[in-house]
């Protein structure tokens, strides 16, 4: 049987690791080109550390959707990344292509734990880092 002729399964603990990254939020790969015959879906989890933010970043080409399993998030956005949205767990968000923006975890003292996809692949464009005082309300901690 070929690769493409049945499911591929990623065992917990097996999730690829070595994928795109923004500024050292933890992102594992369970489903994408770089161990499976996926070719037009990326899917993983990340896991953003108490009072972590990510760098801002965007990604390409590439639609997000996300969804919150545990944790409080605020996404900034906008011109100086002056605009936010909140997320706390259960919620979904879609991140349209090409949108400068940083995930941030609200919490100082609890992980935040994401699942992601992207399409066609997982596309991470770092940006210039920023000061922490330009983010409303957030804080490391």
Known sequence: ?????????????FEHGNTA???GLKLMTGVGPQHTPATR???????????????PHHHGEAET???????RARIYFGANYQDYVEMSEG???FVPPYIPHLEANMSTTEELWWLACRTP????VNLPDI???????????
């Open 1 to 13: 049987m070929a690769a493409n002729d049945r499911p591929v399964v990623t065992r917990k603990g």
């Open 21 to 23: 990254q923004s500024g």
């Open 41 to 55: 879906i990326w899917f993983g989890k990340a896991s953003n550390p108490p009072g972590f933010r990510s760098l």
């Open 65 to 71: 959707g996300a969804y919150l399993l545990s944790g």
């Open 91 to 93: 919620d979904f968000m």
């Open 121 to 124: 692949e997982n596309i991470v």
């Open 131 to 141: 000061d922490d005082s330009l983010l409303a309300g957030y804080r490391r901690g």
